[in-house]
Nanobody, 126 residues
């Protein structure tokens, strides 16, 4: 079992930056591929980024390339999502997620993630 607590959301102006954090407990963090997803009101939850066990490989969705960076600190059992140049359309609840323990390929599919945080709200004002 993995418990995930995501934090760092808030209100930011368009063009601003935020860093989200997600801290894990209950399992060996370094054994889980991690990801970030987001869900805007009235929309489906969508993939944002994912990162490998060691943090040496990442994959993110096209719309955030060059602006968002996913990273992890296995010693702190934390995964981060650094977001820059935010736009109002990116206002959403952001969720961190963990895949099952062990080596698995990076994936963008929500159903491939077994554990989820409760989400942190990001609001970008225009």
């Amino acid at each position: 079992q993995v418990q995930l607590v995501d934090s760092g959301g808030g209100l930011v102006q368009a063009g601003g930056s935020l860093r989200l954090s997600c801290t894990a407990s209950g399992s060996t963090f370094s054994g889980h591929v991690m990801g970030w997803f987001r869900q805007a009101p009235g929309k489906e939850r969508e993939f944002v980024a994912t990162i490998s066990l060691a943090g040496d490989t990442a994959n993110d969705t096209e719309s955030v390339k060059g602006r968002f960076t996913i990273s992890r600190d296995n010693a702190k059992k934390t995964v981060y999502l650094q977001m820059t140049l935010l736009s109002p359309e990116e206002s959403a609840v952001y969720y961190c997620a963990a895949r099952s323990f062990g080596w698995v390929p990076l994936t963008r599919k929500m159903n491939d993630y077994k554990y989820w945080g409760r989400g942190t709200q990001v609001t970008v004002s225009s």
